[in-house]
Every structure is written in structure tokens, then in C-alpha cells.
């Protein structure tokens, strides 16, 4: 029938899946099934999601690249498991070829945190006492964005730190707050209930803007440190989806992250809303995988 191709939905008229890559209950997790219910709202079907943790987000992004490419399956995660682990991880078939971006959602500001008695009242004196000793401090692992971060703030400082890794930012500020460790380098989050006990200090962040919830604390190269780690998250489908169906999703995840509920608990988790389109968000996957495999290179730490 002419014209009846044309107004046919793109998408399968059955329920559709987000592949949560990390722990139930995560932060992506929450955000995850918030999504899912704003999606719900926009497109009149049902959105599930499941959890695929493992890998630091590996195994969840390779059942996404595996699956039919119409649409209904479909990621939820930080950009980690497609622009860092396949610069680290030997014989892992993932990278941004792998899956198709469908817009980007939330960016998580990362930062460098302090116990409140610290003498560093600022990023200019912590780095000040590196030059004289190595200051021990936490991250969520040698792959990590926070790790990344103290990376090239040691390149760009000339400074020598002492990197002690930990599962997940829990770990390092729990052994920061004992007084065992001089700094943390984590998500502005995990550390935010502790800045607003007045336990912790936070004295900078990586991002190329301030983080809302902090205006007070500058960025890096505010303070002159050519030092900008971004960790930002979206949405992910399999490569192949056909652009009808592109086009369609990514018109109702603008809807979702200008929703409420989206920017509530965006809020809540000190996440901060940065939505962008399948296309700004495909060339930000692209760049960043770049930048770091030239960081995975320069430091001989890449995956033969």
C-alpha cells in the first residue's frame, strides 16, 4: 500500500530492555530505571531493565553488541567500558564500533576530596606538598576516570603520587576519612554526603565547568592545571540500528532528560543533566576513546 511503509513505527511493538552494566542499586542503576519510566512515558511501551554487571561495565556493553540491532534492547552507562577498558583489556571486542550511541543523559563530576582537618585548604597547597613527598591517594582503580585524572595532574605538575587502588570510590574514602590516605580522587557524589557532613573538603574537580551542587570549588584549569577528566553517560543500542529508529529514540530520550523525574534524581545523586543528541554524543565516544588510547600509549600501559 503506498505511504504505509512511511508511517509505520520504527520501532518493534514489544516491551524494551535497558541493560543496566553495573551493580543493582548503582547510581546507573537509579538512573537507569528512571530513564526506563520516562522513556515509558514518551514512547507507550513498556521499558525493563536488567541488570548485566561485571568488567567494569564489559560484560553488560558486549551482550548490548550482540543483540538484534531493531531497537528494543538497548545501555544505560558511563562512557568507561568504550573509551577506556579496550585501550587495557587484551582481546576485548568493544569499542565504539561495537554499539551505536544513542544520546548522552548525565555527566558525573569528578573531583579531589580532602578530610576537613587536612592542612590543604586548596589544590594549589596539596599539589605545593607533592613536590616534597608523595602524598598517598585513592581512586577506583588504574583504569578508572578518577585515576586518569591524578595521572595527568602528576604529568602536568611533575609530581610523583602514590596510588593506592580500591573497588569502587566506598573503599577510598572510607580509608580517607580513617586517616589513611592525604586525598581521594572519586566522583563528586560518592564523596558529597561527607563534604555536606563537614567531614570532607573538596578542593578541585576535572570537569570543564563547575559542578552546581559546588559552585565554590573551581576547576583545575581554573587554577592554571591542564588536568580534564569528563565522565559522562547515555544511552547505547546495538551498531546497525536502522536511522528511523535512531532518530525516534533519541527524540524521546531529549523528552526524558528534560523530565522531572529525570532532573530530580539527577539532583538527588549529584549527577548533573547534560543532554546530548546521537550525534554530539557519537563524536564525544569517538574523541574520547582517542584521547585515551594516546594516554593508554604514552604510559605503555595499552593492551597488546
Known amino acids: 500500500m503506498p505511504g504505509w511503509g512511511q508511517v509505520q513505527d520504527p520501532l518493534p511493538r514489544k516491551p524494551l530492555t ?4 553495573w551493580a543493582a542499586g548503582s547510581s546507573t542503576d537509579v538512573m537507569a530505571r528512571t530513564l526506563a519510566d520516562a522513556l515509558h512515558q514518551q514512547l507507550g511501551q513498556s521499558v525493563v531493565v ?5 568488567g567494569s561495565g564489559v560484560i553488560g556493553m558486549n551482550v548490548l553488541s550482540q543483540s538484534p540491532p531493531d531497537g528494543s534492547t538497548l545501555a544505560f552507562t558511563p562512557m568507561t567500558p568504550i573509551t577506556i577498558q579496550p585501550h587495557y583489556v587484551k582481546g576485548l571486542k568493544l569499542d565504539p564500533e561495537a554499539v551505536q550511541p544513542v544520546c548522552g543523559v548525565t555527566e558525573n563530576i569528578l573531583g579531589v ?5 587536612s592542612p590543604y585548604q586548596n589544590i594549589e597547597q596539596l599539589v605545593a606538598a607533592a613536590r616534597h613527598k608523595p602524598l598517598n591517594y585513592g581512586s577506583p ?7 586518569l585524572a591524578m595521572d595527568q595532574l602528576e604529568r602536568d605538575q611533575k609530581l610523583q603520587l602514590n596510588h593506592i587502588p580500591y573497588k569502587g570510590d566506598a573503599g577510598s574514602i572510607q580509608e580517607l576519612l580513617a586517616g589513611r ?6 566522583i563528586v557524589a560518592s564523596a558529597a554526603p561527607h563534604i555536606r557532613a563537614g567531614k570532607l573538603r573538596l578542593l578541585a574537580v576535572t570537569s570543564q565547568r563547575r559542578h552546581p551542587a559546588f559552585s565554590e570549588v573551581p576547576t583545575f584549569q581554573e587554577r592554571g592545571m591542564h588536568v580534564q577528566e569528563d565522565s559522562f553517560a547515555g544511552l547505547f543500542a546495538p551498531r546497525g540500528v536502522p536511522p528511523a529508529v535512531l532518530d525516534k529514540l533519541d527524540a524521546a530520550c531529549a523528552s526524558a532528560a528534560a523530565s522531572e523525574a529525570v532532573r ?27 584521547k585515551q588510547g594516546e594516554t ?9
Open 18 to 21: 535497558i541493560i543496566n552494566p
Open 50 to 54: 536488567i541488570s548485566r554487571e561485571g
Open 113 to 117: 576530596s580532602v578530610r576537613t582537618d
Open 141 to 147: 582503580g588504574p583504569n578508572s576516570a578518577p585515576f
Open 181 to 186: 590516605l592525604d586525598f581521594v580522587s572519586s
Open 264 to 290: 530530580r534524581v539527577a539532583q538527588q545523586g549529584d549527577q548533573v543533566v547534560r543532554y546530548q543528541n546521537h550525534r554530539q554524543w557519537e563524536q564525544r565516544i569517538a574523541a574520547e576513546f582517542r
Open 296 to 304: 593508554a600509549r604514552r604510559n605503555g600501559a595499552a593492551a597488546p
